[in-house]
């Protein structure tokens, strides 16, 4: 696959990326406000009449949990409930000024079937990391048996919240999950080996073990519950924490605190999502270090926490193009910059929306006031973009005009171009207050190596979105850059989204046929419009289709203006299609794209998103990982085994791109495996400067929709704390619920999985600019490793199983590892090696060297033999650090724990339970207790 050649699309509601939650809402008097509720466009205006008066209770609710929660510190003050623009039978208190769908922090949209009515929040960041947003369905909102399942929708709203907006996680295992189980082994006063369920809690969870099939008594597996054994909490408790833990219990309302606090109650210990991503820390001391809570105190217990909500809709877009005609834009670079204006308002700003023209340079000229778009205004629009360049660079001037055309009026975005540093008065930070007060929001396009840096903050600041456009640009970037901006058109239904499913660019028209093909796939094919447009004139009768049957396409449309040959297919077969064009030999060379939109309304096409973890912002290398994604999805359906490649163009404009294959594999910048989110560590810096991101997506034979794991509502199974009586009612009633989901893997089924089929993909992430690089050589440490896992094969042997990092975070191969074994969890923190409390013993292996280093994202495999046989009852943990060659230590791994065998321990509520020979390979945190260690492996070298 050639990087000349896009073969893809980025589907115009998401190429922007996503923003974090954090940078959206605001805290005013300690109450959150421009907190928005969006309203997918995909459901029907019938649904208006529940879901509306369901939302306001609900976030009221949530409010008054969120208060209880965090001390009486944080509520919600004011929020709003934005519709889609296509309902027109419902009352509105206002339009909607700058929300979109696209940035809501809560969804109300069609169901995932792997959560099925299950609320979650999406969030493929790390601890204290804000998530993207909150996901409900309108069954969940409105069905009488939801409170049942999930306990109180406030709680549950509250308990979303949290890790949305705090980046904390939840302390509960998931059924079949190595990582995150339901049940692990601690030891009680006599320090023997026991089992408990997972969670965290102030006080002991009473509660009952039953086997989820028969209701009867669980059943165990060398002493272990098998998988069908679950917990169910009494209904009455006197515990009041963990808000992460149980939402369905009365009695609990807040978060663990730590153990150090005399009233703390955080379980460190148990394997748990908090605990891994947070290192052991609670849930409550992340929270606290937020931003959030600086300088707040408790209000009273009757303050007013009751949120105005609102109900707002969505209104056309009103644009400004801010476009730099100054001399330095002269030559190939106006070409590309007017070319694609044109092309973007003749095809693809939607009707309705409002353009406004302005050139700067050294002031600034309306040469188009704002005008609403249709088919009697488009080509007067387009036609006073020109050529015409001279003078300097004064780009708070056409901020300036922006402003006076978008006065007074709603969803207001600025599109600014500029190739130059500013040197004429007003200057963006002049001008960057007014911007912001304003409500607009700024997608800046900074053309070339010497473009104005202050362009970033701007479109930070305003919520907006940055894109570069290399110097050597053939017109994709900065076509990706302008679709980026449809993003704040209002909504539609994502069946009515055209999909960009080809592109590929200069290609060469120096013989007499150009030619090639795309494919296709499945979920697309209405409304095709076929693209070529050609760098200058030439001869042609124009391009024709062949579609797989053989069909010819001819009725090809000239644009003389653009140079542009334009052909629409109603609905196109699916397959491979192949264009042609005969022309005259020439220097010429042409850019070929193709779209289409859904099959058919009720089809979701396969789509594709990439952003990066830096939003818009500066970037210092020296502490700040850079991290790419790529989400792959049917609607909500998880798109896994896909081929995720990014391509990176650096600052060097010599250079290729750098070439980064994303994974979901659930390891090292991946935080959950099959969710359909790809992502992968960047660390091929070659200067300070612009960095631009794309990300490609096809199938190799391996792609596949996870459809979920339910082929029926009747088969629905309980939750993990619901009676199964309310599940087969919920289910009998159109509430699908599964078990509680997700943990470190999204279930999969083939049975009821579907093959994507061939199909290609291609979404813009936008860029980031990197200010500062290490000094020196190697400076990125491994990534850490969050899957180890422990396996006894009796009292001296061990085998130990990992994902391998790299000697960059995630990429190439490490040069050793320190792995350790102790009975004291507070012994393996911090760097292993340094610890002098840890009595070392050297362990013999049965793998060699080579076997043990391997490439980032193999699988490791290390078999040991203790010098000391384990104690017997007692519980180890084990801990390793990769080490790169030149010393960089990764973090400390999660832990692993183990037992060795023992005389039976039995907990109050585990009658018989005999302690076996047997491991969970989980992650742990710290708790203060006293033990002697072991080192397991340790060899690397230093250069």
């Known amino acids: 696959m050639r990087w000349s050649a896009w073969v893809g699309v980025a589907v115009v509601a998401a190429a922007l990326g996503w923003a974090a939650a954090s940078t959206r809402n605001s805290v005013v008097g300690q109450g959150y406000e421009e907190v928005v509720v969006g309203i997918s466009p995909l459901l029907d205006e019938s649904q208006a009449e529940k879901v509306i008066p369901s939302l306001k209770k609900v976030l009221n609710e949530t409010s008054q949990a969120l208060f209880k929660a965090t001390g009486n510190k944080l509520f919600f003050r004011k ?62 909102l409105t069905h009488p048996a939801a409170e049942d399942v999930w306990g109180p929708r406030g709680k549950v709203l509250a308990q979303a919240w949290a890790r949305l907006r705090w980046g904390v996680f939840d302390e509960v295992g998931y059924p079949a999950d190595n990582r995150f189980p339901l049940f692990y082994r601690t030891w009680n006063e006599e320090h023997y080996a026991m089992v408990r369920p997972n969670y965290c809690a102030d006080e002991k969870i009473r509660g009952k073990y039953k086997d989820r099939s028969t209701q009867g008594s669980c059943r165990y597996v060398d002493g272990f519950p098998d998988d069908n054994c679950r917990f169910v ?31 703390g109650s955080h379980n460190s210990e148990a394997p748990n999502r908090q605990n891994l991503m947070c290192e052991g820390r609670s849930a409550a001391a992340v929270i606290a270090d937020h931003q959030d809570f600086l300088n707040t105190t408790p209000l009273s217990g009757d303050h007013n926490v009751a949120p105005e909500v609102l109900v707002v809709q969505e209104v056309p877009a009103k644009f400004a193009l801010v476009l730099d005609y100054s001399s330095s834009m002269s030559g190939t670079r106006i070409t590309n910059l007017v070319n694609t204006a044109k092309r973007w308002i003749l095809n693809d700003v939607a009707d309705g929306s409002f353009v406004s023209i302005i050139n700067f340079s050294d002031g600034a000229t309306v040469v188009r006031s704002l005008t609403e778009v249709s088919n009697s205004t488009r080509d007067d629009l387009a036609s006073v973009i020109t050529t015409n360049t001279g003078g300097y660079t004064c780009i708070g001037c056409g901020l300036n005009k922006a402003l006076e055309q978008l006065k007074n009026q709603n969803n207001k975005v600025i599109l600014l171009i500029s190739d130059g540093g500013e040197n004429r008065n007003p200057k963006i930070d002049a001008v960057m207050s007014a911007v912001v007060q304003s409500g607009a929001r700024v997608i800046s396009i900074a053309y070339g190596t010497r473009a104005e840096e202050k362009m970033e903050r701007l479109a930070q600041n305003t919520g907006g979105k940055a894109y570069i456009v290399p110097e050597y640009d053939d017109g994709s970037f900065m076509d990706d850059a302008f679709q980026g901006s449809l993003t704040y058109q209002p909504g539609q239904s994502i069946t009515n989204i055209d999909i960009k499913i080809y592109e590929e660019v200069n290609v060469p028209l120096k013989g007499t046929v150009a030619n090639g093909t795309f494919v296709i796939d499945s979920t697309v094919g209405r409304n095709l419009e076929f693209r ?11 391009p024709y289709l062949v579609s797989p049957t053989g069909q010819n396409h001819t009725d090809a449309i000239f644009t003389s203006t653009l140079n542009l040959w334009t052909i629409r297919v109603g609905l196109a077969e699916s397959g491979t299609w192949t264009w042609t064009m005969s022309v005259s030999p020439s220097s010429a060379s042409a850019t070929v794209t193709v779209t289409a939109q859904a099959r058919d309304p009720e089809t979701l096409p396969i789509f594709t998103e990439s952003w990066m973890n830096t939003g818009v912002d500066y970037v210092n290398a020296t502490h700040q ?33 750098v070439e980064l294959d994303l994974l979901d594999n659930g390891n090292n910048a991946d935080v959950q495996a099959g969710d359909g989110t790809y992502s992968r ?36 199974r309980r939750s993990r704390s619901a009676p199964l009586a309310l599940a087969r009612l919920a289910a009998s009633e159109q509430l699908d619920v599964n078990e509680q ?11 009821t999985a579907t093959k994507t089929g061939e199909f290609t993909r291609t979404t813009a992430a936008g860029s980031f600019n990197v200010v500062e690089l290490p000094v020196g050589g190697d400076a990125f440490p491994p990534a850490r490793v969050l899957d180890l896992r422990t396996y006894v094969r009796d009292t001296t042997t061990l085998t130990l199983n990992w994902t391998a990092p790299g000697d960059d975070y995630d990429t190439g191969v490490v040069s050793g590892y320190e792995i350790r074994m102790s009975d004291n969890m507070t012994a393996l923190t911090g760097d292993l090696s340094d610890n002098s409390t840890i009595s070392l013993l050297d362990l013999e292996t049965s793998s060699n060297m080579t076997e043990l280093l391997k490439e980032a994202g193999k699988e490791v495999t290390l078999e040991v033999t203790l010098e000391e046989p384990l104690k017997q009852g007692s519980l180890y943990f084990v801990a390793l650090q990769a080490v790169d060659d030149v010393g960089n230590k990764s973090p400390v791994s999660g832990l692993a724990s183990l037992a060795a065998p023992a005389p039976p321990s039995v907990d109050d509520r585990l009658e018989g339970w005999a302690i076996a020979l047997i491991v969970v390979g989980c992650v742990v945190g710290v708790v203060l207790l006293v033990g002697a260690g072991y080192i397991i492996y340790k060899k690397y070298e230093y250069v």
């Open 79 to 140: 929020v709003k409930i934005l519709v889609p623009s296509t309902w027109r039978n419902i009352a509105v208190d206002q339009a909607a000024t700058s929300e979109s769908y696209e940035n809501s922090d809560l969804r109300v949209d069609l169901k995932n079937p792997v959560y099925g009515d299950q609320v979650y929040t999406v969030q493929p960041g790390g601890c204290g990391e804000p998530g993207q947003y909150i996901h409900l369905t309108p069954t969940y």
């Open 233 to 263: 909490p009494d209904s009455q408790q006197t515990a009041t924490t963990s808000l992460m833990s149980f939402t369905t219990l009365d009695s609990i309302e807040k978060f663990c605190t730590d153990g150090s606090d005399a009233t």
């Open 532 to 542: 070529l447009d050609t760098s200058q004139a030439i001869q042609s009768s124009g």
């Open 625 to 657: 990982p850079v991290i790419v994604y790529a989400r792959v999805t049917q609607g909500s359906k998880p798109v896994v085994g896909a081929k995720v490649r990014a391509y990176i163009t650096t600052p060097n404009a010599n250079a290729a791109a």
């Open 681 to 716: 560590y960047f660390t091929q810096f070659v200067a300070t400067g612009r960095y631009a991101v794309k990300a490609q997506v096809w199938d190799d034979g391996s792609s596949y929709i996870n459809n979920g794991f339910i082929t029926s509502r009747r088969s629905a």
């Open 741 to 751: 989901c997700c943990g470190s893997v999204i279930p999969f089924n083939p049975d």
